[in-house]
C-alpha cells in the first residue's frame, strides 16, 4: 500500500480532480465530503476511492475522521484542504452566520485538518500538506469580504506552518487557483462570466485538471525543497 492521501471535499470540481490525480500517483486515497451523499456514492463508485463524510468545520471530526481514516486505510501522509463554502454578499447585507460559515469552514477547516494529521508526519519524518487558497485571496473580490479573508489567511497559514514542518520533512504550500470551470463558475450568469473570461490574459477558464496537476506536483518527493510557496494557477489574470 502506498502513502495515504486526503482530500477534502475531494469527490467533485477541483477535488475530484485531485483526488483522481494523485490516485494516478500510487497514492492510497481518500476523500472527505460534507454534505452531497448521492455525488459521493457516484465518486466512490465510478473511481474505487474510498469517501468519509464529515465537516472540516469541526475540529472534533476532523480529529475523530482522521483517526478513523488511520486506524482503516492507515497514516496519513498528505493532506489536501480543498473543501470551502461562498456565501456572498456586500459587508453591508452579510449576516454574521455568512462571515462564520466561510470562515470556520475554509479557514478553519485547514487548522482542523493540519491539526489531526501534522504531529504523524512530523513523527514518520515526511508529510505534504497543500491549501487551495484563491485568487480572490490575493486580490481581493467586490461582495466576497469573508471568503477573500479566508482564503488570504490560508496563505499566511501555510507560510507560518511551512516553517514548523520544515526540519521534519513535512512541505506546507498553497495553490491559488483563478477562475476554473466547475459548477460553482459555471452558475455565473452568462455576461457577468464573459467579463471575467475578457480578463484573463489566456482567454479561457481553467481546467481542474490544471490545478490537480500542481497540486501532484507539491505532493511528490520532486518538491521536497518547495515549502512556503504559493502557486498561482490563474492565466495570468493576476500576477503576484
Same mark, same amino acid.
Given at each position: 500500500?502506498?502513502?495515504?492521501?486526503?482530500?477534502?471535499?475531494?469527490?467533485?470540481?477541483? $477535488?475530484? /480532480?485531485?483526488?483522481? *490525480?494523485?490516485?494516478?500517483?500510487?497514492?492510497? !486515497? =481518500?476523500? #472527505?465530503? %460534507?454534505?452531497?451523499?448521492?455525488?459521493?456514492?457516484?465518486?466512490?463508485?465510478?473511481?474505487?476511492?474510498?469517501?468519509?463524510?464529515?465537516?472540516?468545520?469541526?475540529?472534533?471530526?476532523?480529529?475523530? $475522521?482522521? /483517526?478513523?481514516?488511520? *486506524?482503516?486505510?492507515?497514516?496519513?501522509?498528505? !493532506? =489536501?484542504? #480543498?473543501? %470551502?463554502?461562498?456565501?456572498?454578499?456586500?459587508?453591508?447585507?452579510?449576516?454574521?452566520?455568512?462571515?462564520?460559515?466561510?470562515?470556520?469552514?475554509?479557514?478553519?477547516?485547514?487548522f482542523?485538518?493540519?491539526?489531526?494529521?501534522?504531529?504523524?508526519?512530523?513523527?514518520r519524518?515526511?508529510?505534504?500538506? =497543500?491549501?487551495?487558497?484563491?485568487?480572490?485571496?490575493?486580490?481581493?473580490?467586490?461582495?466576497?469580504?469573508?471568503y477573500?479573508?479566508?482564503?488570504?489567511?490560508?496563505?499566511?497559514?501555510?507560510?507560518?506552518?511551512?516553517?514548523?514542518?520544515a526540519?521534519?520533512?513535512?512541505?506546507?504550500?498553497?495553490?491559488?487557483?483563478?477562475?476554473?470551470?466547475?459548477?460553482?463558475?459555471?452558475?455565473?450568469?452568462?455576461?457577468?462570466?464573459?467579463?471575467?473570461?475578457?480578463?484573463?490574459?489566456?482567454?479561457?477558464?481553467g481546467?481542474?485538471?490544471?490545478?490537480?496537476?500542481?497540486?501532484?506536483?507539491?505532493?511528490?518527493?520532486?518538491?521536497?525543497?518547495?515549502?512556503?510557496?504559493?502557486?498561482?494557477?490563474?492565466g495570468?489574470?493576476h500576477?503576484?
Amino acid at each position: 500500500m502506498g502513502k495515504v492521501a486526503i482530500v477534502t471535499g475531494g469527490t467533485r470540481g477541483i $477535488g475530484q /480532480a485531485i483526488s483522481l *490525480a494523485l490516485k494516478e500517483m500510487g497514492f492510497t !486515497v =481518500v476523500a #472527505n465530503y %460534507g454534505g452531497n451523499d448521492a455525488a459521493a456514492a457516484q465518486f466512490t463508485a465510478d473511481t474505487g476511492i474510498v469517501s468519509y463524510k464529515w465537516d472540516v468545520g469541526d475540529h472534533q471530526a476532523c480529529i475523530d $475522521g482522521c /483517526a478513523k481514516v488511520a *486506524a482503516e486505510v492507515g497514516p496519513i501522509d498528505v !493532506v =489536501v484542504n #480543498n473543501a %470551502g463554502v461562498t456565501r456572498d454578499g456586500v459587508l453591508h447585507k452579510m449576516s454574521f452566520e455568512d462571515w462564520n460559515d466561510v470562515m470556520r469552514i475554509n479557514l478553519g477547516g485547514c487548522f482542523n485538518m493540519a491539526k489531526a494529521t501534522f504531529p504523524g508526519m512530523r513523527e514518520r519524518g515526511w508529510g505534504r500538506i =497543500v491549501n487551495i487558497g484563491s485568487i480572490n485571496g490575493q486580490a481581493g473580490q467586490y461582495g466576497q469580504v469573508n471568503y477573500a479573508a479566508a482564503k488570504s489567511g490560508i496563505h499566511g497559514f501555510t507560510k507560518a506552518l511551512a516553517q514548523e514542518g520544515a526540519k521534519f520533512g513535512v512541505t506546507v504550500n498553497a495553490i491559488a487557483p483563478g477562475y476554473i470551470d466547475t459548477d460553482m463558475v459555471a452558475a455565473v450568469p452568462a455576461p457577468v462570466l464573459e467579463k471575467i473570461v475578457a480578463k484573463i490574459p489566456v482567454g479561457r477558464l481553467g481546467q481542474a485538471s490544471e490545478i490537480a496537476r500542481g497540486v501532484a506536483f507539491l505532493c511528490s518527493d520532486n518538491a521536497g525543497f518547495v515549502t512556503g510557496s504559493t502557486m498561482s494557477i490563474n492565466g495570468g489574470q493576476h500576477m503576484y
